[in-house]
């Protein structure tokens, strides 16, 4: 059974700007811009004012199946997603695990990659580039932690799954369990 109209708003907070064009939203706020773009969605993206004057984005679907209607919800949160990225920005922390050799990292090209050395002993270096707009340090007050910064969430998470996947490339599955770099 199809619904007629699906719809859900949620609230802009202040601070935050955001243009919706041919399915495309733009977020931009004091961390930056993000844009996405929702034309593979059946939905309809409104930027709306309530009583109060309360800016609010509003989105439908006509005639939805189940799964449109689930995708209202997630395209909602994609959207927050974009405003918590814009306003606070996303960090995610990563820990080098090692058993005998000490796994040593250094971050070069201002903080855009990172060359991991000594692992399991091996002489290979394996150098790993951040995607754009996400950067790495290491932390000052944790031993053998990584801290990547960005305001993307897509970009920040798959740039820990790259660095985190290097060095699957040359090892079995039994010693990749304790020796890894975790998220």
Not at 17 to 29: S, Y
Not at 57 to 75: C, P, Q, V
Not at 100 to 125: C, D, M, Q, Y
Not at 150 to 179: H, K, T, W, Y
Request: charged share 25%; with cysteine; glycine share 6%.
């Amino acid at each position: 059974m199809k619904t007629i109209l699906s719809s859900e708003t949620m609230d802009i907070p202040e601070g935050v700007k955001i243009k919706v064009k041919a399915k495309i939203i733009e977020v931009e706020g004091p961390r930056g811009k993000l844009s996405r773009n929702f034309k593979h969605l059946n939905l309809d993206f409104q930027l709306i004012k309530d009583e109060s004057g309360n800016r609010k984005l509003k989105i439908d679907a006509w005639f939805g199946s189940r799964k449109t209607t689930a995708a209202i919800r997630t395209a909602l949160s994609h959207v927050e997603n974009l405003i918590t990225g814009v306003t606070k920005g996303y960090r995610y922390k990563m820990r080098f695990v090692y058993a005998h050799f000490p796994i040593n990292a250094s971050i070069t090209n201002s903080n855009k990659s990172i060359e991991i050395r000594n692992f399991l002993g091996e002489k290979k270096v394996r150098k790993v580039d951040m995607l754009d707009g996400v950067s790495v340090v290491r932390s000052e007050k944790v031993k053998d932690e990584l801290v990547l910064d960005g305001n993307d969430i897509e970009l920040v998470s798959r740039s820990a799954a790259l660095i985190n996947q290097v060095p699957l490339s040359s090892l079995s599955l039994s010693l990749s369990l304790s020796l890894s770099l975790c998220i």
